[in-house]
């Protein structure tokens, strides 16, 4: 069997389309609908279901996916790290969103970064969750950090932690509601105070009113910025209340730059996965960051 048709079976699959597969191999679209059809004709079965939108594979195409996929990743692996040079690292190619990657992910990663034989290099970049997850099925990382779980056989992810949601402010805007206000009449307490978020739909705090309060949000975004830790700054100097993850506000709270408004007896939680495209767990280096964040995410929880 060619391993270049393949090779180019393997990027259609991960990729779910034709025409991403093309952009990815360099190659024309009819070129890749070509390599796919040879195949198909070699092994007397359809590989993939075409679809309006890109293509899902058939049970014989997931299958072999499954046992290619590994081998192919690895000769990919030994051809990028060249068998002469020993020193060569491997590059871990890791995204995720941006706090909790830089807060949690690296500074556990890097331990792992040496001249021992079994460290590798790190490359890691930031995006949302349907940014990371799209990157990683094209093959653009070997490891992704996501809040939502990915459909289909493509993916597989690993439940990593959970997030705990804190509802705080500066103690100025505590003490204006009044203390333990905001715990008796929910709410109510807090429709007037300015809201500090990450977006203008209020992602975070629209989920803790639904899941606290069962109730929509009144307010509207005081201050917009795109980054949790910046959203903790703005909280910190007083511009309004913010909802932000426990660890990443927790010495905050402990140091009084924020109060906690509100500590419901169910906090609502945010699960973060580890993804990767199936298959690759068989590669050393992706396998080895994979079980060293899992036991790293013991002591997050």
Not at 79 to 89: H, V, Y
Not at 182 to 209: D, Q, T
């Amino acid at each position: 069997m060619d391993l270049a048709l393949l090779r180019t079976f393997v990027t259609v699959h991960r990729a779910g389309s034709f025409t991403r597969a093309a952009a990815l191999l360099g190659l024309s679209q009819p070129a890749v609908t070509s390599q796919i059809r040879t195949l198909e004709r070699q092994l007397g079965r359809p590989l993939f279901l075409r679809q309006a939108r890109g293509v899902t594979p058939t049970t014989v195409g997931d299958e072999l996916a499954h046992k290619a996929a590994p081998h192919l990743d690895a000769l990919v692996e030994i051809a990028e790290t060249g068998l002469d040079d020993e020193s060569s690292l491997r590059t871990l190619h890791l995204a995720g969103p941006p706090e909790f990657t830089a807060e949690r992910a690296l500074p556990a990663l890097t331990e792992l970064i040496g001249d021992d034989g079994q460290g590798f290099s790190l490359r890691a970049s930031f995006g949302n969750a349907e940014e990371t997850l799209e990157g990683l099925a094209a093959g653009h990382h070997d490891l992704a950090i996501s809040t939502a779980r990915p459909r289909g056989a493509l993916l597989t992810a690993t439940p990593l932690c959970d997030e705990e949601h804190v509802l705080v402010a500066a103690p100025h805007w505590a003490e204006r509601i009044g203390s333990g206000k905001a715990r008796g009449k929910g709410a109510a307490a807090l429709e007037n105070l300015p809201v500090v978020e990450v977006h203008e739909s209020l992602p975070f705090v629209s989920r803790y009113w639904a899941s606290v309060f069962d109730s929509r949000p009144s307010a509207s975004g005081t201050v917009i910025v795109p980054d949790l830790r910046a959203v903790l700054a703005c909280a910190t100097a007083g511009a309004g209340l913010a909802v932000l993850p426990r660890y990443l506000c927790a010495a905050a709270v402990k140091h009084g730059d924020v109060v906690a408004l509100h500590e419901p007896a169910v906090p609502p939680l945010r699960t973060y996965f580890l993804v990767v495209r199936t298959g690759t767990l068989a590669m050393p280096h992706v396998a080895r960051a994979h079980e060293w964040l899992q036991r790293a995410a013991a002591d997050w929880c």
